[in-house]
């Protein structure tokens, strides 16, 4: 209803690029990436924030916060399913050069000690934070800057997430998609037993979605670094 999926339930052949709503930025260019005609908002499930937050020197602005995919084999093959794709779409309209290269969804570890990650943004609108936190109590977290998130989501965290795709972002040499953290709760260690309604965390029997997200039959339970607890019933708040 709302656009919400769960990463484990995707159906590629709904994904497309909207040409005519591409957006140039100098030389850089945002092309739109939907879901069955809606934005692509993929439903996570709890995952590690391995390093804490990513800041500039000052710390005055949030880079981006990394998510570490464990040894969830299910999620990166979803993720790097999706990157196909993007990357056959993306020529099939013939929106990037042949000589760009892709840059993928998923970061694989440079050393054994660490596991594939992925990175998200978090969303800003009208310069305002617009990611909406939770805590493993059903409330509402209050962030009005930088310092707040930093506070909040600590090297280590548990944490469940919709991340939303803002854009195919390409230039002459590269192209990527761009990811966006619409909500997130934040988890105690091991503690994923409480979701809310009215937001994205109901938790019915840990892995089947309401009306609310896309059907799906699947049921699928991973005991990795992160597991298939979803968020299940997305709501727009």
């Not at 140039?24 to 937050?53: E, H, M, N, S």
């Not at 002459?172 to 953290?181: E, G, I």
Request: glycine residues 6%; charged residues 30%; contains cysteine.
């Amino acid at each position: 209803m709302l656009g919400y999926t769960r990463i484990n339930d995707i159906d590629f052949s709904k994904i497309t690029l909207l040409s005519s709503g591409q957006k140039r930025l100098g030389p850089v260019k945002l092309t739109p990436v939907l879901y069955d005609k809606k934005p692509l908002k993929l439903v996570l499930p709890k995952l590690k924030v391995p390093f804490g937050i990513t800041t500039n020197y000052n710390c005055d602005s949030i880079e981006e916060i990394k998510l570490s995919l464990g040894n969830n084999d299910d999620i990166i093959n979803k993720f790097q399913e999706l990157d196909k794709v993007i990357i056959t779409r993306a020529d099939e309209l013939g929106v990037v050069t042949k000589e760009a290269v892709y840059t993928y969804t998923v970061t694989e570890p440079k050393s054994d000690e660490f596991t594939p990650i992925i990175k998200a943004k978090i969303s800003i609108k009208d310069h305002s934070i617009d990611t909406m936190f939770f805590d493993e109590n059903k409330h509402v977290i209050g962030v009005t800057d930088n310092k707040d998130i930093i506070n909040l989501v600590k090297k280590g965290s548990n944490i469940l997430s919709v991340l939303e795709c803002y854009g195919l972002r390409y230039d002459r040499n590269t192209f990527s998609l761009l990811w966006k953290l619409e909500q997130v709760q934040i988890l105690r260690p091991d503690d994923i037993n409480d979701y809310l309604k009215k937001y994205a965390f109901d938790e019915s029997d840990g892995n089947v979605c309401n009306d609310v997200c896309n059907e799906s039959g699947s049921d699928n339970d991973s005991e990795s670094g992160s597991d298939n607890s979803y968020i299940d019933d997305v709501t727009l708040i």
